[in-house]
Structure formats: structure tokens, C-alpha cells
């Protein structure tokens, strides 16, 4: 499984493990794969504390963080966060607002303490990116800086190259994998529609190898559906130098999650996820449940574009996360997962899923090699 992605960045499997979890980030890297930490949650403060915590556990390993700074949001080119958070949270309809706050009244779901203030404004923009990014370049274990939702701006990926690193990012059309490699990129990351969080319309095995043709030789990532090592085999068979995966990491032994929700996760098939705009804005695939379905609804406001969604609905993210094994806390949590969904149904430690997918990748070529007359 060794590619030249792997001799780029110093590890053993070409294994990327995107999570918000700082634990599954040290223990995938541990393993030989590579950690990618999620900052989007993370006020600058916190993602620092998050970093050295990683440092202080990853060995010598390195690992990655990931941005969200989409091509277009609401509120673009204000970069003060606390004018555009100012500027934005005025653009929200009341309707909004308590369309949301009923749900969660009609579910049970408790109010939060009053000292308990929640985030407004998510790191989606490039002016709540940008001090994440300066927090990220200044721990030198990080080799690789993503982006999420859009090509990273000119700056960006001139600040993470002239620091020795790489830069990658993420998209589900063919023409996004080009912009991407035309803006700079080192690293495009290819996601079929069947992967968790925010995704496009094109399944994996059709846009897995139009990308690869269309950038190549800019490495790239398989993405969206991978739970076995069958799958990486198929994916390297395409021409992709390693995949990237989110889902499989939710029911890690070391995943920090409400324990209601990994049960939701456990028990749910790969018929239960959803492309819904409920949350964030911007179409995400997650679980269904009386929250995506209710947005869905005749009588439901029409969700805001992002980052406005996303502020509208973040109180309910604290709400559901806090009170997750009271009332019907779950009809209404976000509980964003891929496809692969259906197959995640024991909890295993990061470590152990890492060797079953390098296992499985080596029965899969074996396979194939018994296949090969001569
Ligand atoms: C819970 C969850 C949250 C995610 N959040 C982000 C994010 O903030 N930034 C990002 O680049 N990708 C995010 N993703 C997408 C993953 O990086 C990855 O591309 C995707 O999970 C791959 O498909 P898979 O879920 O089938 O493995 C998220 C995925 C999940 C499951």
C-alpha cells in the first residue's frame, strides 16, 4: 500500500482519518495512517489547546488539519469575524429561529444553562479560517493543511507552501478537482456522494477515476464509501494515491461522542442517511430523523445559505450533544455520516481498524494476483 504520498509525508499507510477528534487524530497517526483533525468547531484558543495536546501524544508521527473556507458564503470579504458575525447574525428571519427552537421543544429537548453560551459563528468563512490557520502553522508536526467546500484562497495556500507544507482539498466534481490543481494544490481529495458531511451528487466509482485523468499527475485521494481494505485496493487499482476517510472514525474506542449517538450510528443501515441542507446550508449527508425530515416539510422555511443555517441551528447542535440520551434528543441531533453507515456496526480502537484495512487491502490484491495467469 505504499505510495508516493506515503514517502511525501513520512507514513506507513496511505490511510487519511478525517475526524474532530484530537484523540482519533494521535492514534491513527500512531498506526501508521495519518490524523487529520477537523478544526471547524474550534475557537482559535481551543484549537491551540487541541494541537499540543495532539503534539504531546503523536510521537513523531505528523498529521493534519482541516479548514472549512467555502468558495461562496454569506458575508464574503468582511474579515473581521466579529463585524461579519455582527453583520450576518441581523440577516436571520425570526421564523428561522423558532422554527428550530419548536423542534426542539416538541422533542424534549432541555433548554442550556444560561452561563452555557454556545458559538455563533462556525469557522466557515475565511475571516474565522484565517486564525486557525495561524494557530495550525505553528506546530511544526502538522505536514498538511486542507480545505473543505472550495478551492483555498491564493494566500492560504501561499502561507501553508512557504512553511514546507502541503496543501490539500476537497471537491465532488470534476471541475473543482481542476481549479484545485490550477490554483496550486498539492494533494486533490475526490469525495463521492456517498461520503459524510457536506457532499456532491457523483458516486465514488464514477468520480473517483475522472478526477484522477483529469489532474493527474497531482496525487489524489479517494473518498466517500471507504470502510475495507477492498475498497483501497479498488481505489489504488484507479490511480489514487491513498484515500481519505470520515465516517469509520465516529465509533472508534477513542471517538469523544455521546454515547446515544454512537448507538445511532451502530444501528443505523446504509439506507438511513440523507443529503439535507437542515443544518448547515449547504447539502451534508447525515442521518435521517424528525429534524431532516421536518425541513423538509410543506409548512418548514426554506434553509438559509451558509454560514447563516449554521447559526440558526447551532444552539440545537449544543442542545442535542448536551441533553443527547434525554427525551427524543436523537429525532433531532445532527448526526452527519456517510453511506458506509451500514457497515460500522462494532466499536474497535483506531489501531485495530488501521490493520484490518491494511489485512483486507492484501486479501484483495492476493485476489486479484490469483486471477493473473503467469
Ligand atoms: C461527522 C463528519 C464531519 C465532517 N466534517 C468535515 C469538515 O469539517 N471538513 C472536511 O473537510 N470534511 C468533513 N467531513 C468529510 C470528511 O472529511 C470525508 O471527506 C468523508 O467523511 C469521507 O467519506 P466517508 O464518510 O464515507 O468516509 C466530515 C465527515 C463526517 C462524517
Redesign the pocket.
Given at each position: 500500500m505504499h505510495t508516493a504520498l506515503c514517502d511525501r509525508l513520512g507514513i506507513e499507510f496511505p490511510i487519511f482519518a478525517?475526524t474532530?477528534c484530537r484523540d482519533v487524530v494521535a492514534a491513527v497517526s500512531q498506526a501508521g495512517g495519518f490524523g487529520v483533525l477537523?478544526a471547524?468547531g474550534f475557537s482559535p484558543e481551543q484549537l491551540e489547546v487541541e494541537c499540543r495536546w495532539i503534539d504531546e501524544h503523536v510521537g513523531d508521527k505528523p498529521y493534519g488539519v482541516?479548514l472549512?473556507i467555502p468558495q461562496k458564503y454569506e458575508g464574503m470579504g468582511e474579515e473581521d469575524p466579529k463585524k461579519l458575525e455582527e453583520q450576518l447574525q441581523k440577516m436571520i428571519p425570526l421564523r428561522h429561529r423558532e422554527f428550530a427552537a419548536k423542534l426542539l421543544a416538541d422533542h424534549g429537548v432541555p433548554e442550556l444553562p444560561p452561563d452555557q453560551k454556545h458559538h455563533s459563528l462556525l469557522g466557515w468563512t475565511a475571516a474565522t479560517a484565517t486564525p486557525q490557520l495561524d494557530v495550525a502553522l505553528k506546530h511544526a508536526k502538522v505536514k498538511l493543511i486542507?480545505n473543505?467546500l472550495g478551492t483555498p484562497p491564493k494566500d492560504v495556500i501561499d502561507r501553508v507552501h512557504s512553511s514546507g507544507r502541503l496543501v490539500a482539498a476537497?471537491c465532488g466534481r470534476v471541475h473543482q478537482a481542476v481549479r484545485h490543481k490550477e490554483a496550486g494544490v498539492d494533494i486533490v481529495?475526490a469525495?463521492g456522494t456517498?461520503?459524510?458531511?457536506?457532499t456532491g451528487e457523483i458516486g465514488s466509482m464514477v468520480l473517483w477515476p475522472q478526477i484522477i485523468a483529469a489532474v493527474a499527475p497531482t496525487p489524489v485521494l479517494a473518498?466517500?464509501?471507504?470502510a475495507k481494505g477492498t475498497q483501497i485496493a479498488a481505489a489504488l487499482a484507479m490511480g489514487a494515491e491513498g484515500v481519505?476517510?470520515?465516517?469509520?472514525w465516529?465509533t472508534v474506542e477513542e471517538a469523544d461522542a455521546e454515547p446515544a449517538q454512537i448507538d445511532s450510528y451502530l444501528h443505523a443501515t446504509s439506507e438511513d442517511t440523507v443529503r439535507s441542507r437542515s443544518w448547515t446550508g449547504k447539502p451534508c449527508r447525515m442521518l435521517k430523523n424528525d429534524w431532516t425530515e421536518a425541513w423538509e416539510g410543506e409548512d418548514a422555511p426554506k434553509p438559509l445559505g451558509m454560514p447563516l443555517q449554521g447559526m440558526v441551528t447551532m444552539e440545537a447542535v449544543a442542545r442535542t450533544s448536551r441533553y443527547a440520551g434525554s427525551g427524543q434528543a436523537q429525532r433531532v441531533a445532527f448526526n452527519?455520516?456517510?453511506?458506509?453507515v451500514g457497515m460500522m456496526k462494532d466499536v474497535r480502537s483506531c489501531r485495530e481498524v488501521i490493520l484490518e484495512l491494511a489485512q483486507e487491502y492484501v486479501d484483495a490484491v492476493e485476489r486479484l494476483q490469483a486471477l493473473t495467469p503467469g
Open positions: 478525517f474532530h477537523g471547524v482541516d472549512v486542507a473543505a476537497l481529495i469525495q456517498e461520503g459524510g458531511g457536506h473518498a466517500g464509501g471507504i481519505w476517510t470520515g465516517s469509520l465516529l452527519p455520516v456517510g453511506q458506509v
